[in-house]
């Protein structure tokens, strides 16, 4: 490889550290203060006048290499590379010579950033690189990259037995690159995420809880200045990286006949109206299997002031009609590198009402 080309993607790496805006010490107000050279990359200094402390963006500290580099590599391992060949990649990728010592070392070290790592030596032992997962790009007005890890789908199923009801979710993320209706998200749609003040929230319960999703994302994101890569490189890092992220960018849609479902036959209060061939869409961020339930996670980079209940709600119904599931196995979270907030969606649109005693005979609908 040129010495050009090593240059300009040495630049490349140069500029993924994400911005600071405020002092991770005192959230004062902060200014910029040069630039600390470091062998393969220039990483950008930082002074806070309140506290006088001076920093780097970077949670990793004083790491030879790029964190972006790092991150590949382990990614690299955990899609089931070699520990000898992810040199030869990374050396294609950025121009930079690592070792496959390093990398050991780094799986070593990061191990508490992909618990996958503990899966891997199944994984090997029953599937090739190619079956691992499936992965295509959707053509939906946008780009959406939709990925599904077959192996950690399979392991999770069969490792517990609460979650071996959830062989429909299987079934359907099998099925998505082949049968899913495209024709659907191209043209002008209602999204998901238009429904915003609609539902009655009183019911809801807003559950704050430390969750490892935000670990992962303080861990990732500080190698990601451009905010539009944010999502995509945290989705690549927990599809292949963590134990419970089985498909990432999944579309969804219900329609009218779904919406009648809800309404007439459960009694569910669904404040959305179709009109016969129209749909809502959407593309789920992550999708998981832990604690006996399917957890549907938006990505938000500021959680905290954020709320979108309605639109995961919405994603939910969606995914509880697609596969045959209860809505009532059905969790939904959001986070970002700090906050992370999680509620049932069966509150959101199943209102309790006051115990009546039914008729002889007649029994209380599933939901």
């Given at each position: 490889?040129?010495?050009?080309?090593?240059?300009?993607?040495?630049?490349?790496?140069?500029?993924?550290?994400?911005?600071?805006?405020?002092?991770?010490?005192?959230?004062?107000?902060?200014?910029?203060?040069?630039?600390?050279?470091?062998?393969?990359?220039?990483?950008?200094?930082?002074?806070?006048?309140?506290?006088?402390?001076?920093?780097?963006?970077?949670?990793?500290?004083?790491?030879?290499?790029?964190?972006?580099?790092?991150?590949?590599?382990?990614?690299?391992?955990?899609?089931?590379?070699?520990?000898?060949?992810?040199?030869?990649?990374?050396?294609?990728?950025?121009?930079?010579?690592?070792?496959?010592?390093?990398?050991?070392?780094?799986?070593?070290?990061?191990?508490?950033?992909?618990?996958?790592?503990?899966?891997?030596?199944?994984?090997?032992?029953?599937?090739?690189?190619?079956?691992?997962?499936?992965?295509?790009?959707?053509?939906?007005?946008?780009?959406?990259?939709?990925?599904?890890?077959?192996?950690?789908?399979?392991m999770?199923?069969?490792?517990?037995?609460?979650?071996s009801?959830?062989?429909?979710l299987?079934?359907?993320?099998?099925l998505?690159?082949?049968?899913?209706?495209?024709?659907?998200?191209?043209?002008?749609?209602?999204?998901?995420?238009?429904?915003?003040?609609?539902?009655?929230?009183?019911?809801?319960?807003?559950?704050?809880?430390?969750?490892?999703?935000?670990?992962?994302?303080?861990?990732?994101?500080?190698?990601?200045a451009?905010?539009?890569?944010?999502?995509?490189?945290?989705?690549?890092?927990?599809?292949?990286?963590?134990?419970?992220?089985?498909?990432?960018?999944?579309?969804?849609?219900?329609?009218?006949?779904?919406?009648?479902?809800?309404?007439?036959?459960?009694?569910?209060?669904?404040?959305?109206?179709?009109?016969?061939?129209?749909?809502?869409?959407?593309?789920?961020?992550?999708?998981?299997?832990r604690?006996?339930?399917?957890y549907?996670?938006?990505?938000?980079?500021?959680?905290k002031?954020?709320?979108?209940?309605?639109?995961l709600?919405?994603?939910?119904?969606?995914?509880?009609?697609?596969?045959?599931?209860?809505?009532?196995?059905?969790?939904?979270?959001?986070?970002?590198?700090?906050?992370?907030?999680?509620?049932?969606?069966?509150?959101?649109?199943?209102?309790?009402?006051?115990?009546?005693?039914?008729?002889?005979?007649?029994?209380?609908?599933?939901?």
């Amino acid at each position: 490889m040129g010495k050009k080309s090593i240059v300009k993607k040495e630049k490349s790496i140069n500029n993924n550290y994400k911005t600071l805006t405020h002092c991770p010490y005192c959230q004062g107000r902060i200014i910029k203060r040069g630039k600390r050279e470091k062998k393969f990359e220039e990483v950008q200094r930082y002074y806070c006048k309140k506290c006088d402390k001076s920093f780097t963006s970077a949670v990793t500290k004083n790491k030879t290499y790029p964190l972006k580099v790092i991150i590949d590599a382990i990614t690299l391992y955990n899609r089931l590379g070699s520990v000898d060949r992810i040199p030869a990649v990374v050396k294609e990728r950025y121009g930079i010579s690592i070792t496959s010592r390093a990398v050991s070392n780094w799986i070593k070290e990061y191990e508490r950033y992909i618990p996958f790592v503990r899966m891997r030596d199944f994984a090997v032992k029953n599937y090739g690189q190619k079956d691992l997962m499936e992965e295509s790009k959707l053509i939906h007005q946008q780009i959406y990259s939709f990925k599904y890890h077959r192996a950690k789908m399979g392991m999770i199923l069969n490792e517990e037995f609460k979650h071996s009801r959830f062989k429909p979710l299987q079934d359907f993320l099998e099925l998505v690159i082949a049968e899913c209706p495209h024709q659907l998200f191209q043209n002008p749609v209602k999204r998901a995420s238009e429904y915003k003040k609609r539902f009655n929230l009183e019911e809801v319960k807003i559950t704050p809880k430390t969750n490892f999703a935000t670990r992962i994302a303080n861990f990732v994101l500080q190698a990601v200045a451009n905010n539009k890569a944010r999502h995509e490189a945290l989705q690549d890092f927990m599809i292949a990286n963590d134990s419970v992220t089985i498909a990432v960018e999944v579309p969804v849609f219900l329609d009218c006949d779904d919406l009648r479902h809800y309404k007439h036959e459960l009694n569910f209060d669904v404040p959305v109206r179709l009109e016969d061939g129209e749909h809502v869409t959407g593309h789920i961020d992550l999708v998981q299997v832990r604690n006996g339930a399917i957890y549907l996670m938006d990505y938000k980079p500021s959680a905290k002031k954020e709320k979108p209940i309605e639109q995961l709600t919405i994603y939910a119904l969606a995914l509880s009609r697609l596969t045959g599931l209860r809505l009532y196995h059905f969790k939904c979270a959001w986070f970002d590198d700090k906050d992370y907030f999680e509620f049932f969606p069966l509150h959101v649109v199943y209102k309790k009402k006051s115990m009546k005693r039914l008729p002889k005979g007649q029994k209380k609908l599933d939901v």
